[in-house]
């Protein structure tokens, strides 16, 4: 049976100084905008939670008041990808948890999801305590953690229920890339997905073919190429396809929901597209720099370049952060993260003679709401209700954290950005609030920006200027099976039951009890025959039957009325030209000698998975 998280309510440690009437405030005559809507409404907040959202509201008196006329009253920004304090190639990145978090609220991002990076061989858990150690006395926002499961054993196995059972984690992130450091291979991988849907985890995946890799790094440094345009070189766009695509393909063989972290490419972000339209379980992330900024790495100075390596890379193509901003207004992607893993210029010098040991990370905690914003909004591919939902409602569902995080609805933590689209600022390295020297979005300016951040009841940034507590933000542990997530899955588990065909008290073949036997055509177009009298007795052979009978499914999720997909329903294309059930179970019986179908309309299937 699969773990469920024990509810562990952490408690808030809400130093003397803060606790005061501050912690009663009404925002008044501001535009309430969440996932699905925007009104014209007061939010009134006590001890850090929302207690009231409506017009005329009654409060105590001594409440702050805050008039957010003219602005807009938005859930705080949930950064799904951070690493504060990783130690990586040899160094540590220059934010550490408080730090990165005190950029995150300067931003208007009220949590983050950080990654817990065992290394090879250690003990999941123990690496788990220490990201609590380091985060926990630190982070001036909520913060959660994803775990990397970085190398493969029935050890690894049975932490991974301990975590979701007793310490929160309902994701974990699997590397197809970083060989011989922390990628898995693809029976790994397989098994890992296999072992999150038994959970009720998210699996996420770094996807990118690190064996390509691997060998392209070799061929360019033989070759003399030794600059930070070696790492985009070593990695193009169809090096992450490939992974995308047989993450999808591995993923849905289990029925295990993937998340693709940090997607760079317009081609995989593309077929993604297309995996959902298929009707796989399957989310996209994308960065704030891969919306906003193409690739630098040929340009330039050296360390230009290395400042913006990251994998898989920004890339070269400039039309490139349109694209993915396309793909996130119509929610063929579903959210977004930063990766923010900043390293100074004097920590990417490590690099220099070696493209290979550039540190690899970008900042964006701090910038992304300010640029999805400014790119998306201001440009008018989405409203601020997409805004949103790709900044935080879309993550808070995905991770089991909604509606405490994610939305401005009663009994919601009290996580507000008062946000100015009048706001302007220019980005730049000598006024952001990170650790680092160097800032990838130097000179964007953005139109829109947040006036007020409230984290948890209290103004952490305050008409502009940030007060950031170190140690005042919570771990918030997520449980397993996300509504939003699993109650898809489990409907597709159970409309693909497999049913046992027996003859002669032998088992001869396992079918699918919804859909269409249909085999597949061959390349020609001609149709296949599937001979059950020819498929011996005996268990051994029901692998390849279940292949047959399994792999023909045809269906899809039809796009809601709002464009975005149905994340319910499942239709089943079926025809006339298709043998019935009947058929099947008469072919099962043994009176039919065999099934024979045309080439089924809707092309291939999305394959088996039981
Ligand atoms: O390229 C980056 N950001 N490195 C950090 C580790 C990872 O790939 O997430
Ligand atoms: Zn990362």
Known sequence: MAARAQSTTPVRKVPIHLQSAQNRLLIKNGKVVNGDGIQDADV??????I?????????????????????????????????????????????????????????????????????????LIEAYKQWRERADEKVACDYALHVAVTWWSPEVQQEMEELCRDHGINSFKMFMAYKDLWQLDDTELFEAFERCKQLGAVAQVHAENGDIIKENCKKLLAAGVTGPEGHEMSRPEEVEAEAVNRACVLANQVNCPLYIVKMT??????????????????????TAA????????????????????????????????????????????QLTGTDHCTFSSAQKEMG?????????????????????????????????????????????????????????????????VIWDPKLEHTISAATHHSAVDFNIFEGITCRGGPEYVIANGRVTVDEGQVKAVQGYGSFIPTSPFAPFVYEA??????VHQLIKVEREGRIVAVRNTMVPVVPQATSNGEALELNLSSVNGGEEVVAAADHHFASHQHFTRPPTSSGGRNMQDTTFSLSSEYPSMADVEEEAKGKKNSIQVKNPPGGKSSGPFW
């Open 489 to 494: 899955v489990t409907e597709r588990e159970k």
């Open 265 to 286: 490419g317009a081609g995989s972000a593309r077929l993604l597209a297309d995996k959902r339209g298929q009707g796989l379980i399957v989310y996209g992330e994308v």
């Open 352 to 416: 220099k003679g070696d493209f290979t040991k550039i540190p690899n990370g970008v900042n964006g905690v701090e910038e992304r709401m300010s640029l999805i914003w400014e790119k998306g909004v201001v440009s008018g591919k989405m409203d601020p209700t997409r805004f949103v939902a790709v900044t935080s409602m879309n993550a808070a569902k995905i991770f089991n954290m909604y509606p405490k995080k994610g939305c401005i609805a009663v009994g919601s933590d009290a996580d507000i």
């Open 44 to 49: 009134y907040i006590e001890e850090g939670i």
């Open 51 to 123: 207690k009231q959202v409506g017009n005329n509201l009654i409060v105590p008196g001594g409440s702050r008041l805050i008039d957010a006329r003219g602005k807009y009253v938005i859930p705080g920004g949930i950064d799904t990808h951070t690493h504060l304090q990783l130690p990586f190639m040899g160094t540590t990145t220059a934010d550490d948890f408080y730090t990165g978090t005190r950029a995150a609220l300067a931003g208007g991002t009220t949590t983050i999801i950080d990654f817990v990076i065992p290394s090879k061989g250690q003990s």
């Open 290 to 333: 891969a919306l906003a900024t193409a690739a630098q790495c040929d340009m330039g100075s050296w360390s230009h370049g290395a400042a913006y390596l990251t994998s898989p890379p920004l890339r070269p193509d400039p039309e490139t952060p349109q694209i993915l901003m396309d793909l996130l207004s119509s929610d063929d992607l």
